[in-house]
T-cell receptor, first 112, second 114 residues
Framework: KAGVTQTPRYLIKTRGQQVTLSCSPISGHRSVSWYQQTPGQGLQFLFEYFSETQRNKGNFPGRFSGRQFSNSRSEMNVSTLELGDSALYLC???????????FGPGTRLTVL | AQKVTQAQTEISVVEKEDVTLDCVYETRDTTYYLFWYKQPPSGELVFLIRRNSFDEQNEISGRYSWNFQKSTSSFNFTITASQVVDSAVYFCALFSYNTDKLIFGTGTRLQVFP
């Protein structure tokens, strides 16, 4: 089975722009979670989607949003980018049979 | 509150040494899951093990072993005869249905020198 894939792998944006990141889960997995990893804050939960519905949300401003499609693929959007949004964004998927989350390679976002 | 503490920020060893990575967790939930993930320089988090709160059996997988002790709220990870390829950041994480999300520790960077 193919693993979790994320595109793009690297992004460079400037302040004020917006960005969309994509995540394709492992085939058969219906839950997708997003995490932000920074040197200062570590790994922080952003949100989780299951069957196209946001099931859980972390403590991030409304500039961070996401959605999930009927094929379980998920996108994450960050609007009005700030320098502090520079981070590695990791996506993880899990099946209904286990709570083990399998992670993708991440998207490294740099905001200039 | 849920919390995971990895007190060791960085550990350096020479190849073939044994090394133990410590993980202490806090939760009021009776049902929860503990995980270890490995993050090599490439960035991807690689799943290593999952243990539920009712299963205190230690586990061994090749050179890896895990010691889960509910009495001390610890879930420690030992690498026997370390190798250079073990160099990575290792994260301990906690999941419960009350929070419904993974809570990570700050990670331990392991450097194995030849």
């Amino acid at each position: 089975k193919a693993g979790v894939t994320q595109t793009p792998r690297y992004l460079i944006k400037t302040r004020g722009q917006q960005v969309t990141l994509s995540c394709s889960p492992i085939s058969g997995h219906r839950s997708v979670s997003w995490y932000q990893q920074t040197p200062g804050q570590g790994l922080q939960f952003l949100f989780e989607y299951f069957s196209e519905t946001q099931r859980n949300k972390g403590n991030f401003p409304g500039r961070f949003s996401g959605r999930q499609f009927s094929n379980s693929r998920s996108e994450m959007n960050v609007s009005t980018l700030e320098l502090g949004d520079s981070a590695l964004y990791l996506c993880a998927s899990s099946s209904v049979w286990t709570d083990t989350q399998y992670f993708g390679p991440g998207t490294r976002l740099t905001v200039l | 509150a849920q919390k995971v503490t990895q007190a060791q920020t960085e550990i350096s060893v020479v190849e073939k040494e044994d090394v133990t990575l410590d993980c202490v967790y806090e939760t009021r939930d009776t049902t929860y899951y503990l995980f270890w993930y490995k993050q090599p320089p490439s960035g991807e988090l690689v799943f290593l093990i999952r243990r539920n709160s009712f299963d205190e059996q230690n586990e061994i997988s090749g050179r890896y072993s895990w010691n889960f002790q509910k009495s001390t709220s610890s879930f420690n990870f030992t690498i026997t005869a370390s190798q250079v390829v073990d160099s990575a950041v290792y994260f301990c994480a906690l999941f419960s249905y009350n929070t419904d999300k993974l809570i990570f520790g700050t990670g331990t960077r392991l450097q194995v020198f030849p």
